[in-house]
Every structure is written in structure tokens, then in C-alpha cells.
């Protein structure tokens, strides 16, 4: 299966450059994620100003996937609404089970990127792992 290159480049160059990956000494929301199936483990920090999320960061290890997908989601949900983010939240999962509508997959910008994930069911979990810590994270 061979994924888009374009595609490829923005998870790479997420990957190899991750603009969020780093330590957030005062975040006031903290929780580990893990993904047992592929050893992917990470903890995700957010800083609050009201119902804004402020910053964000994270740190732990994983393979590309979800080290990628994590920071991409960092950069999408920053300066949102608690609200909005979740509902991207939402937008990405369908995204992932391959009922997005194009329309939503726009919405969802970069992580777009990670769309061909839905014909790759080992890789669903690692795409994941951060909008699912996310969600936890808000209940
Ligand atoms: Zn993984």
C-alpha cells in the first residue's frame, strides 16, 4: 500500500521536526496515553485559559504514526475551544473509519494527512492515541 507523497512528507516532516514535542512544567491537564499493540506511550499536556486551550505539548515515545499524530493535533486544537476540539476530535475518528465526508477531512487540515490510515487496521490505534488521550483527558 503506498501512501500519497505528499502525504508522507508532512508526517515525516512532523516526525523529524515536531513543533510540540517538549516538556510543559505547568500544565493544568496532564494524561498518559497508550497504545499496548504497538508500544506506543505518550503523555499529553495542556494549559487552559477558561473553556480556550491555551498550549499544548507532549513527550513520551512511539512510532512515527503517533508521534506524528499527536503533534499535528497539537497544532490544530491550540487556541480552540474545549468544544471545538473534540468535535474535531470526532471529525478525525470518522476520518479514520473512513466516513468523513470530504467537507470534514478538509476541516481536519494536516491531519488530513492521515486519512489512508483507515486501510491500514494495524496503524488505526497509533493514529489515534492522541485524539483519544485528548478525549479522556476533557471527561
Ligand atoms: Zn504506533
Same mark, same amino acid.
Given at each position: 500500500?503506498?501512501?500519497?507523497?505528499?502525504?508522507?512528507?508532512?508526517?515525516?516532516?512532523?516526525?523529524?521536526?515536531?513543533?510540540?514535542?517538549?516538556?510543559?512544567?505547568?500544565?493544568?491537564?496532564?494524561?498518559?496515553?497508550?497504545?499496548?499493540?504497538?508500544?506506543?506511550?505518550?503523555?499529553?499536556?495542556?494549559?487552559?485559559?477558561?473553556?480556550? /486551550?491555551?498550549?499544548?505539548?507532549?513527550? !513520551?515515545?512511539?512510532?512515527? =504514526? &503517533?508521534?506524528?499524530? %499527536?503533534?499535528?493535533?497539537?497544532?490544530?486544537?491550540?487556541?480552540?475551544?474545549?468544544?471545538?476540539?473534540?468535535?474535531?476530535?470526532?471529525?478525525?475518528?470518522?476520518?479514520?473509519?473512513?466516513?468523513?465526508?470530504?467537507?470534514? /477531512?478538509?476541516?481536519?487540515?494536516?491531519? !488530513?494527512?492521515?486519512?489512508? =490510515? &483507515?486501510?491500514?487496521? %494495524?496503524?488505526?490505534?497509533?493514529?489515534?492515541?492522541?485524539?483519544?488521550?485528548?478525549?479522556?483527558?476533557?471527561?
Amino acid at each position: 500500500m503506498q501512501i500519497n507523497n505528499f502525504y508522507n512528507e508532512i508526517l515525516t516532516e512532523h516526525n523529524v521536526r515536531p513543533e510540540y514535542k517538549r516538556e510543559m512544567e505547568d500544565a493544568d491537564l496532564v494524561l498518559e496515553g497508550v497504545n499496548p499493540s504497538c508500544g506506543d506511550d505518550i503523555w499529553l499536556k495542556l494549559k487552559l485559559d477558561g473553556d480556550i /486551550i491555551a498550549d499544548g505539548a507532549f513527550t !513520551g515515545d512511539g512510532c512515527a =504514526i &503517533s508521534q506524528a499524530s %499527536a503533534d499535528i493535533m497539537l497544532g490544530l486544537i491550540i487556541g480552540k475551544k474545549k468544544d471545538e476540539a473534540l468535535e474535531l476530535g470526532k471529525k478525525f475518528l470518522k476520518m479514520i473509519q473512513g466516513t468523513a465526508t470530504e467537507e470534514e /477531512i478538509d476541516e481536519l487540515e494536516e491531519a !488530513g494527512a492521515l486519512k489512508d =490510515i &483507515s486501510h491500514m487496521p %494495524a496503524r488505526v490505534k497509533c493514529a489515534v492515541l492522541g485524539w483519544r488521550t485528548l478525549d479522556e483527558m476533557f471527561k
